[in-house]
């Protein structure tokens, strides 16, 4: 297979999204990465979407996740679970340059062990993606309050999932209904936010009314997304 014994030549990025990698193929991938200064210090961002990605297979990546200079993350669309999320973080954390996480759909559940890693990120993050998972009620709280520092933040997704369940549409919102408030004034501190994802959601028009109310002073705020809110305009 090409990414053993040959090595990655590259500039600056890897790209390999679908391309159904197993473990092995996993493990010799981040060897590959790791094996030169030049990939060390050259590769910045990594795209692995759409790979059925597990917590084994984060494990088997972390020395690659830890060793390169990355700026860009995306996991999109893999099983990396609460516990793989949290040993990305945990690889991550010391890159102080690191701007793009992209997780969305990844059957992640934001508990309140895994709060304390996200805060590293709060000082370079500018995309963030967590669509179609979900954030704990225990620790919803919590999230707002490091989400409060994310202040160079220009992009947030936070939607739930929308699903056809026997011709009905099933709604699994991302935030829990009981800190809508608290996620709406954490928002209010972001202002640098150009683009806000809260599809699929619960915050219902009471707390519409609160997030513009917020939002109002965001003047480079160009995409409000809050389809399926239960909002009456």
Do not use: W
């Amino acid at each position: 297979y090409v990414l053993r014994g040959h090595g990655i030549r590259v500039n600056m990025t890897i790209n390999l999204p679908h391309c159904k990698l197993d473990k092995e193929n996993l493990v010799a991938l981040a060897e590959s990465l790791v094996s030169s200064d030049q990939n060390r210090k050259h590769v910045t961002s990594i795209d692995l979407e759409g790979n059925n990605i597990d917590v084994d297979g984060i494990a088997a990546l972390s020395s690659a996740f830890k060793s390169l200079q990355l700026r860009s993350v995306n996991l999109t669309n893999n099983r990396i679970g609460t516990e793989g999320f949290t040993q990305l973080l945990i690889a991550l954390q010391h890159h102080k340059g690191l701007e793009i996480i992209k997780v969305d759909n990844n059957g992640i559940t934001v508990e309140p062990s895994v709060i304390k890693y996200l805060q590293p990120f709060s000082v370079s993050c500018q995309e963030l993606y967590l669509n179609g998972n979900s954030i704990d009620e225990g620790a919803g709280k919590a999230f707002a309050e490091v989400l409060k520092t994310f202040t160079v933040l220009t992009t947030l997704e936070l939607s739930g999932r929308k699903e056809d369940e026997n011709g009905r549409l099933k709604i699994t919102p991302n935030i829990p209904s009981n800190v809508v408030g608290d996620m709406v004034a954490a928002l209010g501190s972001l202002t640098a936010l150009t683009s806000l994802n809260l599809n699929c959601n619960r915050i219902g028009t009471e707390g519409f009314t609160k997030l513009l109310i917020a939002l109002q002073h965001h003047k480079g705020l160009e995409i409000i997304k809050v389809d399926n809110n239960g909002i009456t305009v």
